[in-house]
């Protein structure tokens, strides 16, 4: 029985050591808190740049020279992008629609970067007639995928429209024969 009180002696003092050590750190630990600046340590935030810091300039803004040529060759190859589109529709080869999915995306992001992102710039209509022709182009895809042939031709006819719709429009605004004043 001695025995068993000398143990629970022991572990006593054990236990009152531990609970000393505790206090003394917890009380440490205020000091420190308490001590320590009040001014927060600026961090700064980790934000990815967004697409608009990411936008390069649009290259025409106004009717000139330079951008009636330039419109005119996009919407060239627009318009053979179209036309050899219809050929690789039929012949229905899987890599084939996926590079010239491909193509039309290049040349989308090549008429946004060129004329503007919107209709509301002075010739977003280019880039517009570059969104609808990858549009019908996705379309017709779309309905290849499908039925294997065209579910809903309105679909892809409507596209078509909005493209040449923009397409004339987008010959229009770049040509500054069209915008001069008459005297």
């Known amino acids: 029985m001695d025995q068993n009180k000398n143990n629970a002696k022991t572990e006593k003092t054990i236990a009152q050591k531990v609970a000393t050590a505790v206090s003394w750190v917890i009380v440490a630990a205020s000091i420190w808190y308490w001590l320590s600046p009040n001014e927060p340590i600026p961090v700064k935030p980790a934000v990815a740049p967004t697409a608009e810091q990411q936008q390069t300039p649009t290259v025409y803004t106004s009717a000139s020279p330079q951008a009636l040529a330039s419109a005119t060759q996009y919407l060239a190859d627009l318009d053979t992008a179209m036309s050899r589109g219809v050929q690789i529709l039929k012949a229905n080869n899987l890599k084939d629609l996926s590079a010239h999915s491909q193509h039309f995306k290049t040349l989308r992001e090549t008429g946004q970067a060129q004329f503007g992102r919107s209709v509301f710039e002075p010739l977003g209509h280019c880039a517009a007639a570059g969104i609808f022709a990858n549009s019908w182009w996705q379309a017709k895809v779309s309905a ?40």
């Open 144 to 183: 290849i995928r499908q039925n294997g042939g065209e579910a809903d031709p309105s679909t892809a006819y409507a596209h078509f429209d909005q493209y040449q719709i923009n397409r004339n429009e987008c010959l229009n605004l770049s040509d500054p024969a069209e915008k001069a004043v008459p005297a």
